[in-house]
């Protein structure tokens, strides 16, 4: 068992106490409760900070994909200090959910945002960027990795907004040529799986040369990237055993 010992969480009284001792209990795990953790870590974390929730809180922050996510809700709800319809918009903008058209969902979240009266209780602007990434969909994924490596200070909800828009367009144009491509019929044919109906470009059975594994070219694999934190590489700083072996 651990050796921490931690009362559940119970109501607003011991949620800073509480907190306190979940982050010591998942630091001596190497789990982080506001930094990127592998997904493994990340799920076991999570597993933890439920197992000391009473069963009548835990679905405030159940559906909640990350730590930080968690964190950021509970924080809102029990270590400050918000009142009247202010309640309202904070659980509107943590419960909601992507809708199909991520540049609506934004405008959404910055109509709760503009709800809310109390300056202290504006979401701030890292909290609204972790919430936008979170409600992009699975086709994003690679667009949020490239996101993660992009330096700190170049990080604001404009920059973030205008990406976003910038790979949607991008999108719906590889969207149009690869539609055109099938239109066309059977007479074009993939080398790589030599099957009709597509060319290479949009071949789901393309084979990375470096790293042997198939759905992603040479030219995407994370063993062409460089680190941002050792300047090696092959690898991205998520997983810089570098960096981890310093801290």
Same mark, same amino acid.
């Given at each position: 068992?651990?050796s921490?010992?931690?009362?559940?969480?119970?109501?607003?009284?011991?949620?800073?106490?509480?907190?306190m001792?979940?982050k @010591? @209990?998942l630091?001596?795990k190497?789990?982080k409760?506001?930094?990127?953790?592998?997904?493994?870590?990340e799920?076991k974390?999570?597993?933890? *900070? $439920?197992?000391?929730?009473?069963e009548?809180?835990?679905?405030y922050?159940?559906?909640l994909?990350t730590?930080i996510e &968690?964190?950021?809700?509970?924080?809102?709800?029990?270590?400050?200090?918000?009142?009247g319809?202010?309640?309202?918009?904070?659980?509107?903008?943590?419960?909601?959910q992507?809708?199909?058209n991520i @540049?609506?969902d934004?405008?959404? @979240?910055?109509? &709760?945002?503009?709800?809310?009266?109390?300056?202290?209780?504006k979401?701030s602007?890292?909290? $609204?960027?972790?919430? *936008?990434?979170n409600?992009?969909?699975?086709?994003?994924?690679?667009?949020?990795?490239i996101?993660n490596?992009?330096d700190?200070e170049?990080k604001?909800l404009?920059e973030l907004?205008?990406?976003?828009?910038n790979?949607?367009? $991008?999108?719906?144009?590889?969207?149009?040529i690869?539609s055109r491509? *099938?239109l066309?019929?059977?007479e074009k044919?993939c080398? &790589? %799986?030599?099957?009709?109906?597509?060319?290479?470009?949009? %071949?789901?059975?393309k084979k990375?040369?470096l %790293?042997?594994k198939s759905?992603?070219?040479?030219?995407? %694999?994370y063993?062409n990237?460089?680190?941002?934190?050792c300047?090696k590489k092959?690898?991205?700083k998520?997983?810089?055993?570098?960096?981890?072996s310093k801290t």
């Amino acid at each position: 068992m651990d050796s921490i010992k931690i009362k559940p969480f119970t109501n607003k009284d011991n949620y800073k106490a509480w907190r306190m001792l979940i982050k @010591l @209990l998942l630091d001596t795990k190497g789990i982080k409760i506001d930094g990127k953790n592998e997904e493994k870590l990340e799920n076991k974390g999570k597993f933890i *900070i $439920f197992s000391y929730i009473e069963e009548k809180y835990l679905h405030y922050v159940i559906n909640l994909e990350t730590i930080i996510e &968690i964190f950021e809700k509970l924080d809102f709800m029990y270590d400050y200090n918000i009142q009247g319809q202010d309640i309202k918009h904070v659980m509107n903008f943590f419960e909601m959910q992507y809708s199909g058209n991520i @540049l609506e969902d934004i405008n959404k @979240l910055q109509n &709760i945002q503009f709800e809310i009266t109390s300056k202290e209780n504006k979401i701030s602007e890292q909290t $609204f960027m972790h919430k *936008i990434l979170n409600l992009l969909p699975e086709k994003f994924n690679t667009f949020k990795s490239i996101w993660n490596n992009i330096d700190v200070e170049k990080k604001n909800l404009d920059e973030l907004t205008r990406r976003i828009k910038n790979e949607l367009e $991008f999108t719906k144009e590889d969207s149009i040529i690869e539609s055109r491509e *099938i239109l066309k019929g059977n007479e074009k044919r993939c080398f &790589i %799986c030599n099957k009709p109906g597509h060319i290479a470009r949009f %071949c789901k059975n393309k084979k990375c040369d470096l %790293c042997g594994k198939s759905g992603h070219s040479t030219d995407e %694999c994370y063993r062409n990237k460089i680190c941002t934190r050792c300047s090696k590489k092959g690898h991205i700083k998520q997983f810089c055993r570098t960096y981890n072996s310093k801290t």
